[in-house]
C-alpha cells in the first residue's frame, strides 16, 4: 500500500536526480609545530593570525618558522588544523608537588580529573608561560569583623580559631580568626611575614606572629601566640623583627575578631557583649561586613569583582548552605599577555557541590566550570585548608552533594602580592587562597631551536591520517629539518600520509641551511637539488626553492622563513579566485604575501635547472614581486600528474564523484542505479569541462564493467575517464623580418 493512504487515490511526489555538490576543496591545511601555548597532540582549527596568537601564543626565536608558515598560509584565507607537537621536556605547571605532563583535555579527563593529584591547580597548557598564572579563590568566608576595645585591666584579650563565639542576642558562631591591625610610624627596615617578632608591653618583650605588613599604609597585622600575652597592647610601645623596628601610633590599634555565623543565625552588633576563651567580657563596640574589606592584592578589593558568594539557588532548594565560590585567574608576571598581573579569567558564583546546577540547569560544579571553560588551569584536588562549618568536619567536604553546610576557606599563608611578595592585609588565615603556579617547563633548544623529535612530529601529523574523520587539502612542512636525515624521515612520514589518504598535497620547503647564509647563488642551487633529490617521488608534493624575508611584529626583528606556508596558501587562493585546477604560479596567481626579499633567487639558467629536478622556483622580479614561478609536483617521471593543477583537479572530481558513490550504498544493484550514478556524474563534468578543467571525458558503469559475478559480490564499478586541460609551461616568440611585397601566406607556411 502507498505510504500515508488508505484508501485509493493518487499522491505526487518529486525525486531530484540533478543534485550533486559542488563542493571542489574544503582549502584547510594541517601543520604541527612546536608552540609554546596550546593543548598538545590534539587539532585546533583556526582561521586568521589573530585566533593562532591566542590559541597557541605569539611566535619566539626558538619556533618562529613553524609559526609564521602557519601565519602566512592563513593571510591567503582558508583554515588550518594546528597541532602542538609533544615533547618529553614539556610540563605543566602546577602549584605544588613535581610538574606533570597533561598533553590535553582527554588526556586530563582520562588520567587526572579522578585521581589522587598532589596539586590543586595546574596550567593547562605545558611550558613555562604556565609559570606565570597565579589563581586567586574565595567563597562566603567570615561574615563580620567585630571590633572590641583594650581591655580595661589584665591581659590582651585570646580568642581562639574555631571556638564558639555567641552573644545575648541570640548571635552565634565560630571564631574564624582574631587580629590586630597595627597603625605604625618610625619605622626602620621592612617587616617580613613569619619572622620571630617581639612588641615591648610594659617594658617586658612578648612574641607576637606577624600575619601581614603594608609598607604603604604602615599598616603591620599581627596574630597573638597561643596563651596570649603577658599585659594590654597600647599607642607607642614598640614593635621589634631583629633589625626591623615601629612604633604604634595613637589610636593605631584594631582588634579585630573575624566571625563565621552559624546557619541561620541573626547578626552580630555593636555592644553585644562576647567572651573570650578565658571567659573575658568584650563589648563589640563596631561591626563591618568583612567581604566589603577582603582584598586579593593590596588596595584590590574582591568586592570589585563580584558580591560576596554565599549560597546559589540550588544549593537553597536542596537544603544547602555557602557553596559558592569565586575564581580569579591573573598572569601574574606578565609573560602570557605581556601585561603585569592582567586578569585573564574570572569565574564567579561556581558552586562546591558535585550536582550544581544554574538556573538554566547547566552544571556550575567549579571542577566542571574550569574543565570546560577555563582557557588557563586545570582542577587537581579540592581544598583542605578549611574553616570547619560542620560538627562533623568531613560532612562539609567539597565535591559532595550541595545539600551540605560546606566547609569555608582559610589560608593559613594568606594571598601574596607582586613583585613584592607581600602578604595581603587580612588575608592570612581568611578566606583568600594565592595559588602561584610553578615547574612547567618548555621543549629543549638548541642552535635557537626547539629540539623535537620526528617521531613526535610523526605522531601529531598522524592524527589527520584518516581521511573520513579529518579533511585536509595541504598538509605544510614548515621547516624541513635541521639535517638531512632529519628532513628525509620527516618529509617522507608527510608525503607517507598524503600517498595513504590520496586527497591531499604535502608543501616542502628546502632546509634553512641549503639557502641562509649562502652567498653563491650556484652553490644553493646545489645545495636545494641535493636536498630534494634525496626525497621520494609523489604527486601528491610540491617542492618550492624559498625561503623569504619578513618583518617579526611581535618581536620587533626581520627573520627568513621557509615560503611553504605561501605555496599552499596560492592554491587555497587560487581555488577562491578561480578554479582548483588553474596553477597557483605565475603572474596572475602566484605573487606570495609579505615578502621583503629573498635568501636565494634563481637566474634563468638556474631556474632550469631546479624545475627539470622537480622543484618549483620561487623568484623576485624587480617591480613585479616574488613569484611562484613552476607548477610541477614532486613525480619523478613524465606524466600528467607531474603538473600541480591536474593533481588538483583529480584531487576535485575524486572528492565530489566518491562523495556521489557513497549514496549508492545499499541501493539496488541494477541497471537502473547504474544508470541514476551516470545521470549524477555527467553533468558535474560537463560543469568541470565548461568552467576548463578538462577537456572532455567518459563516464563507463554498465554491464561491460559490472558482470553478474560482481554484482553477486554486491560489487558495483564506474571507469571516468577524463581529458585535463594542461597549462602553458613554455613559450615561443618567433618574430619575423620580411621583404616588402612579400606575402605573408608564404613565409607563414
Avoid at 516 to 531: E, K, S
Wanted: aromatic share 10%.
Amino acid at each position: 500500500m502507498a505510504a500515508n493512504q488508505s484508501s485509493p487515490g493518487v499522491v505526487v511526489q518529486e525525486r531530484d536526480l540533478t543534485t550533486i555538490t559542488t563542493l571542489s576543496t574544503a582549502n584547510v591545511g594541517v601543520l604541527a609545530a612546536p608552540f609554546e601555548l596550546g593543548p598538545v597532540e590534539e587539532i585546533v582549527q583556526v582561521s586568521n593570525e589573530r585566533e593562532l596568537a591566542e590559541q597557541f601564543g605569539k611566535p619566539n626565536d626558538n619556533n618562529y618558522e613553524y609559526w609564521y608558515t602557519a601565519a602566512q598560509y592563513l593571510s591567503y584565507g582558508g583554515v588550518l588544523k594546528t597541532i602542538r607537537v609533544d615533547s618529553t621536556n614539556l610540563k605543566n605547571a602546577v602549584d605544588t608537588g613535581t610538574a606533570v605532563k597533561i598533553k590535553n583535555l582527554n588526556e586530563y579527563e582520562q588520567t587526572y580529573i579522578d585521581a589522587n593529584n598532589t596539586w590543586s591547580w595546574a596550567a593547562r597548557t605545558a611550558g613555562s608561560k604556565g609559570n606565570s598564572i597565579g589563581i586567586f579563590v574565595t567563597d562566603a568566608g567570615p561574615d563580620q569583623i567585630a571590633v572590641i576595645p583594650a581591655p580595661g585591666s589584665g591581659n590582651e584579650f585570646e580568642f581562639v580559631a574555631d571556638e564558639a563565639v555567641s552573644a545575648a542576642s541570640g548571635a552565634a558562631g565560630k571564631v574564624f580568626k582574631y587580629s590586630l591591625a597595627l597603625t605604625v610610624e618610625s619605622v626602620v627596615g621592612d617587616f617580613v611575614v613569619g619572622t620571630a617578632t617581639t612588641i615591648s608591653i610594659g617594658g617586658s618583650n612578648e612574641a607576637v606572629n606577624v600575619l601581614a605588613w603594608d609598607p604603604a599604609n604602615k599598616v603591620l597585622e599581627i596574630g597573638l601566640p597561643s596563651g596570649g600575652v603577658t599585659g594590654i597592647i597600647a599607642d607607642a610601645q614598640t614593635i621589634t623583627q631583629g633589625t626591623n623596628t615601629a612604633d604604634i601610633a595613637s589610636s593605631g590599634i584594631e582588634r579585630r575578631l573575624y566571625i563565621g555565623k552559624n546557619k541561620d543565625s541573626i547578626d552580630f552588633a555593636a555592644s553585644d557583649s562576647l567572651q573570650d576563651t578565658n571567659s573575658n567580657a568584650a563589648v563589640v563596640t563596631s561591626v563591618r561586613v568583612e567581604y566589603n574589606e577582603r582584598e586579593y592584592l593590596p588596595g584590590v578589593k574582591w568586592v570589585n569583582v563580584a558580591p560576596r558568594p554565599g549560597t546559589s539557588s540550588w544549593a537553597t532548594q536542596n537544603g544547602g548552605f555557602r557553596d559558592e565560590l569565586h575564581i580569579v585567574v591573573v598572569d601574574i608576571d606578565g609573560k602570557i599577555t605581556g601585561t603585569t598581573g592582567a586578569v585573564l579569567e574570572r569565574f564567579v558564583g561556581v558552586a562546591k557541590g558535585s550536582d550544581a546546577k544554574t538556573t538554566i540547569g547547566e552544571t556550575n560544579y567549579y571542577v566542571e566550570v574550569i574543565k570546560q571553560r577555563s582557557a588557563y588551569i586545570y582542577w587537581g584536588e579540592h581544598e583542605t585548608g578549611v574553616f570547619n562549618a560542620t560538627a562533623t568536619a568531613s560532612d562539609g567536604n567539597w565535591g559532595l552533594s550541595s545539600d551540605r553546610q560546606f566547609n569555608l576557606l582559610r589560608s593559613s599563608t594568606g594571598s601574596t602580592d607582586f613583585p613584592a611578595g607581600r602578604t595581603t592585609v587580612g588575608s592570612k588565615n581568611n578566606a583568600t587562597f594565592y595559588y602561584r603556579l610553578q615547574g612547567g617547563v618548555d621543549y629543549a633548544a638548541s642552535g635557537g631551536n626547539y629540539t623535537i623529535t620526528n617521531s613526535d612530529i610523526s605522531t601529531a601529523y598522524e592524527l589527520t591520517a584518516d581521511p573520513e574523520s579529518q579533511t585536509i587539502d595541504y598538509i605544510l612542512a614548515g621547516p624541513s629539518g635541521a639535517s638531512d636525515a632529519a628532513a628525509l624521515a620527516k618529509i617522507t612520514s608527510l608525503v607517507n600520509i598524503a600517498e595513504e589518504r590520496r586527497d591531499c598535497i604535502v608543501f616542502v620547503s628546502p632546509r634553512r641551511a641549503n639557502v641562509i647564509g649562502v652567498t653563491n647563488a650556484t652553490t644553493a642551487t646545489n645545495n636545494i637539488v641535493g636536498f630534494f633529490d634525496l626525497l621520494p617521488s609523489s604527486s601528491y608534493t610540491v617542492f618550492d626553492s624559498g625561503y623569504k624575508y619578513i618583518y617579526d611584529k611581535y618581536n620587533d626583528v626581520y627573520r627568513y622563513i621557509p615560503c611553504n606556508g605561501d605555496v599552499a596558501g596560492l592554491c587555497l587562493q587560487t581555488t577562491e579566485t578561480a578554479e582548483s585546477w588553474f596553477s597557483p604560479a605565475g603572474f596572475q596567481r602566484g605573487n606570495l604575501r609579505n615578502a621583503i626579499k629573498l635568501a636565494y633567487t634563481p637566474n634563468k639558467s638556474q631556474r632550469d635547472i631546479l624545475y627539470s629536478s622537480r622543484v618549483n622556483p620561487v623568484v623576485s622580479f624587480p617591480g613585479q614581486g616574488v613569484v611562484l614561478y613552476g607548477d610541477k609536483t614532486a613525480l619523478g617521471f613524465a606524466s600528467a600528474f607531474d603538473r600541480i593543477n591536474v593533481r588538483r583537479l583529480f584531487l576535485t572530481i575524486e572528492r565530489v564523484i566518491s562523495g556521489a558513490a557513497k549514496a549508492q550504498l545499499f541501493e539496488q544493484n541494477d541497471e537502473t542505479q547504474r544508470s541514476l550514478f551516470i545521470n549524477i556524474v555527467e553533468p558535474y563534468l560537463r560543469d568541470v569541462q565548461g568552467r576548463r578543467g578538462i577537456t572532455d571525458f567518459l563516464v563507463k558503469c554498465d554491464d561491460d564493467n559490472n558482470p553478474q559475478e560482481s554484482v553477486d559480490r554486491g560489487e558495483f564499478y564506474a571507469e571516468i575517464f577524463v581529458k585535463p586541460t594542461r597549462t602553458i609551461n613554455y613559450i615561443t616568440l618567433t618574430f619575423v623580418a620580411t621583404r616588402t611585397g612579400v606575402s605573408f601566406s608564404e613565409v607563414a607556411s
